[in-house]
C-alpha cells in the first residue's frame, strides 16, 4: 500500500516510521475568561483540516443548537467545552487535552480554565508544558489574571511563552492597539524577573489573532499587512523545546512503593532533578528522616548513580516509612 503525501510517494512503513520519529511539543492555552482559548484550539484544529467528518458534522450541529458565536456562524470552542456546564455558561472549568499531529510535529493542547476559580486546574494543565499561549483580548490589553497566568508559567519552568492578541477583527486589525499591549506585557516581564531573580521567560513571541475569523492561525492574514512574523501553526510547528534537566538539586518524587518480598522494599519513581549516588545519604519529606541509598535498581540491573529523566527504584538502609507522593532529596539541599 502506499501513500501520497504532499506529492512524494511512501509506503504505509514509511509513512508510520516517518510519523513515529516526530517531536512532540506539549502546549497550554491560559488567559481570562471569554478571552477565546477553546475557540483558538478549535480553529487550529479545523483549520489544519484535523477533524474527522463526524466531528465536523457534530460540530456545525451542536454550534446551531447551544453555540456563542452568531446565527450560522461555527462556534469552534465546542470541539473542547465537553462539559454540561461548560456549553450553558460559555466558559472552560477542567482542563481539556487535544491531540493532533501535522507533517512536522505532534501535538498534545491541554485548553485550560481561565475563570479566577479554577486557575489551580491551570497549573494542572501547566505542569508538563514546554510552550504556553497567554490569550489577551485586544479590547481589554494586559489584565491581572494575564499577569497571574504569566507568573505560573515561569514558575513551572515554562521557557517559551505566546502572547496572543486575540479579537484584533473587533479593534479593525489596528496595529497601535496591538504593538501598544505588547510594550505594556514586556513592561510587566522586565518588572516580574526584576522582582524574582529566580525567575527567567527568555522566549517571547507576539501574535495579532482573530481565533474566530481565522487570521494569523494556521494562514497569515492579508487584514494585518503591518504583521511581517508567522502564522501560530508556523511557529509552534517549528519553534526549538529543548528538554532541560537541572543536575544541581536532587528531587525524587515516590510514586510507588514495591515490595515483591519480604527482604525488599524499594521506592520507586523518576528523577526530577539532581544525581543520586549509591551510599548518599537523603532525606524523606515531609518527615524529615533520613537514610542512606543502599542500592538503585532498574529493570537493566543496579546502578551506582542515578540522573533525570532515568526511572529507577531506590532501596534504603534503613526501614523509613516512605509513601507514594513524598519527596527524597538530599539533606543539605532542601526544597524552599
Not at 458565536?69 to 470541539?79: R, W
Not at 532515568?310 to 516512605?322: F, G
Request: with cysteine.
Amino acid at each position: 500500500m502506499e501513500l501520497h503525501n504532499d506529492n512524494i510517494q511512501m509506503s504505509i512503513e514509511e509513512y508510520l516510521d516517518q510519523d513515529e520519529k516526530k517531536d512532540l511539543l506539549r502546549l497550554l492555552t491560559a488567559g481570562s475568561v471569554d478571552d477565546g482559548k477553546s475557540t483558538l484550539i478549535g480553529r487550529l484544529l479545523f483549520d489544519s483540516k484535523k477533524l474527522y467528518e463526524d466531528q465536523l458534522s457534530a460540530l456545525e450541529r451542536d454550534s446551531q443548537r447551544v453555540g456563542n458565536a452568531g446565527a450560522g456562524q461555527i462556534d469552534y470552542a465546542l470541539l473542547l467545552d465537553g462539559l454540561k456546564a461548560e456549553r450553558e455558561q460559555g466558559i472552560t472549568i477542567d482542563v481539556a487535552y487535544r491531540y493532533f499531529s501535522t507533517n512536522k510535529r505532534k501535538f498534545i493542547i491541554a485548553d485550560t480554565p481561565g475563570h479566577e476559580q479554577y486557575t489551580r486546574n491551570m497549573i494542572t494543565g501547566g505542569s508538563t508544558a514546554n510552550l504556553a499561549i497567554i490569550l489577551v483580548d485586544a479590547r481589554t490589553g494586559v489584565i491581572t489574571q494575564t499577569r497571574r497566568h504569566t507568573f505560573l508559567c515561569s514558575l513551572l519552568g515554562i521557557k517559551h511563552v505566546v502572547l496572543a492578541v486575540n479579537k484584533m477583527d473587533l479593534v479593525d486589525f489596528s496595529q497601535q492597539v496591538f504593538d501598544g499591549i505588547v510594550a505594556d506585557y514586556k513592561q510587566f516581564l522586565t518588572q516580574l524577573v526584576a522582582e524574582n531573580a529566580s525567575l527567567s521567560i527568555p522566549n517571547v513571541t507576539c501574535f495579532p489573532l482573530s481565533a474566530l475569523e481565522g487570521d494569523n492561525v494556521v494562514e497569515r492574514s492579508c487584514r494585518t499587512p503591518w504583521y511581517e512574523g508567522p502564522a501560530l501553526l508556523d511557529y509552534i510547528e517549528t519553534v526549538q523545546v529543548v528538554d532541560e534537566h537541572r543536575f544541581d538539586e536532587f528531587r525524587f518524587p515516590v510514586q510507588y512503593v514495591l515490595r515483591p518480598n519480604l527482604d525488599f522494599r524499594g521506592f520507586c519513581g523518576k528523577v526530577a532533578s539532581g544525581v543520586v549516588r549509591k551510599g548518599d545519604e537523603v532525606m524523606a519529606l515531609p518527615s524529615g528522616k533520613r537514610s542512606r541509598v543502599k542500592s538503585i535498581v532498574t529493570y537493566d540491573g543496579d546502578l551506582d548513580y542515578a540522573f533525570p529523566p532515568q526511572s529507577i527504584t531506590i532501596q534504603l538502609e534503613d526501614e523509613i516509612d516512605i509513601s507514594r507522593g513524598e519527596m527524597i532529596v538530599h539533606p543539605d539541599c532542601l526544597p524552599h
